[in-house]
C-alpha cells in the first residue's frame, strides 16, 4: 500500500491506475473509476484475508493453498466488471455524468 501511494498519479494516464476506456474518457471519470475500484479492491483484501485465514485453519495444506489462489484470482478480477458497471450507472458513454 506504501508503493501506491508513489505511483498515485492526479490525471488520466496509461501507466497507473485502473484503466479502460470509459474510466479515461475525462478527469471525472478517472477519478471516479480509481476511487471506487480501490474501495472494492481494499475490502476485497480485507475478505480475502479472513477467508484464507479460516482455509489455513480448517482445511490447512495444499488445498487450503490452491483454494486461496483461486479465491484471489476471482476476487481481483472481479474489480473490473464491477467498477465498469459502476461507471455506465454514473456516466454516459461520452464520460458525462447522468445526473
Known amino acids: 500500500m506504501l508503493f501506491t501511494r508513489f505511483l498515485k ?7 497507473v491506475g485502473y484503466r ?3 474510466s479515461m ?9 480509481n476511487t471506487y475500484s480501490a474501495m472494492i479492491q ?3 483484501s480485507i475478505i480475502f484475508c479472513v477467508l484464507a485465514a479460516s482455509s489455513y485453519l480448517i482445511i490447512g495444506g495444499l488445498t487450503s493453498f490452491y483454494l486461496c489462489s483461486f479465491l ?8 473490473i466488471p464491477i467498477t465498469e ?3 455506465r450507472k454514473k456516466f454516459g458513454s461520452c464520460g458525462d455524468p447522468l445526473n
Open 9 to 15: 498519479s492526479r490525471e488520466t494516464n496509461a501507466f
Open 20 to 22: 479502460t476506456p470509459l
Open 25 to 33: 474518457r475525462n478527469k471525472e471519470t478517472w477519478k471516479e473509476a
Open 42 to 44: 481494499l475490502w476485497a
Open 72 to 79: 484471489l484470482a476471482i476476487s481481483f478480477i472481479s474489480v
Open 85 to 87: 458497471y459502476h461507471l
